[in-house]
């Protein structure tokens, strides 16, 4: 797997993170850039830490399924693509400017919550026997930065933005699932 690839996996997975933090930036009044420092380092620490943990538990099954592994990659990638994709369906009909965009525990959720697909794809590394370490710091980097700027871009421009960004993420993962299963299929 090129490093492109993993930037573009990287940046599929950060739109969760993105998005959620345009919401806080939405939330976020008069502490913007505190609000953004400690989403950024949450979402970009779990979604650095669930691949590990996905690619560790892959590990256990990869013998027993590995000459299913594509097949494997294509479903995880395309089902959270669709499932990123059917959410932001969802998000334009609850955008709510009001509420705390600070506390701690509700950043730890949702970093927790917006890195799930991260441990999907953690798993789909191990069957392709990727190792971890690089994919794992573009990830987190890419979480953090995605995540630092949309904040910003919440208390800028508002709701509008936080819909597209899961879309625009849920595509990539499935353009990329697809390309994983054309590859085993034709270049293989």
């Not at 990287?10 to 913007?32: E, Q």
């Not at 989403?39 to 650095?48: I, P, T």
């Not at 994709?85 to 949702?110: H, Q, R, V, W």
């Amino acid at each position: 797997m090129t490093l492109i690839t993993v930037l573009f996996i990287s940046i599929g997975l950060a739109m969760d993170a993105f998005a959620v933090s345009i919401g806080l930036g939405i939330k976020a009044k008069d502490n913007k850039m505190r609000v953004a420092v400690k989403a950024a380092f949450l979402f970009g620490v779990f979604q650095s830490l669930m691949p590990v943990i996905g690619w560790f538990a892959g590990n256990q099954f990869k013998d027993l399924l590995k000459n299913y592994s594509p097949w494997v990659t294509f479903i995880i990638l395309i089902l959270i693509g669709i499932k990123m994709i059917y959410e932001s369906t969802k998000m334009d009909k609850k955008c709510d400017p009001s509420g705390n965009a600070d506390k701690f525990i509700t950043l730890l959720i949702l970093a927790i919550a917006t890195s799930i697909d991260a441990l999907a794809v953690g798993v789909s590394f191990s069957f392709m026997n990727i190792a971890i370490t690089i994919p794992v710091i573009i990830i987190g980097l890419v979480a953090f930065i995605f995540s630092f700027i949309g904040v910003e871009i919440g208390n800028r421009l508002g709701c509008y933005a936080k819909s597209r960004a899961e879309i625009f993420g849920g595509l990539i993962l499935i353009l990329l699932g697809i390309k994983t299963l054309l590859e085993h299929l034709y270049f293989a």
